[in-house]
């Protein structure tokens, strides 16, 4: 008897899910999608120092991989492309970077205002390296408590 029921309310089931869906309409072909006119802003949270080596080239045995900087630098361009990102946000936090990386760093968030997108930068703290990178931003902002060591 349970076989019976089970299987009545099993069809049951199938019967309204495809009634359902075929009463569903299907998108009209020239209809706009909202995602593809919809802003963007990216945000890149820059808090550790990059690695110069490529994301899977090494195997981090005990913590997580960082951010290299070809992935970062590829972030920013595919940023750059997509006409959907109106802005780029940069979230540095003692990243502690060297000369060069911070000039790679730069030379993306240039690319980036030369498109016509705007880049803002904001840290609570930061040292030369990273004060290089901040000051090549469209608006840079502190916390009212940022240490700058410059």
Sequence with gaps: MTRKVFARFACGMILCVGLLSFGRAAPAADAPKADAAKPMVAVFLLDAPLTESGGGESIPLFSPPGLSLRELV??????????AVKAVVLMCEDAGW???????????????????????????SAGTGEYLVLSGATRVSASPSADFWI
Excluded at 74 to 83: E, G, I, N, W
Excluded at 102 to 114: G, S, V
């Design 74 to 83: 590829s972030r920013m361009d595919k940023a750059k492309d997509d006409p």
């Design 98 to 124: 060297g000369r060069g990386q911070a000039e790679e760093i730069r030379q993306a968030m240039d690319r980036l205002k030369a498109a016509g997108k705007d880049v803002y930068a904001h840290t609570d």
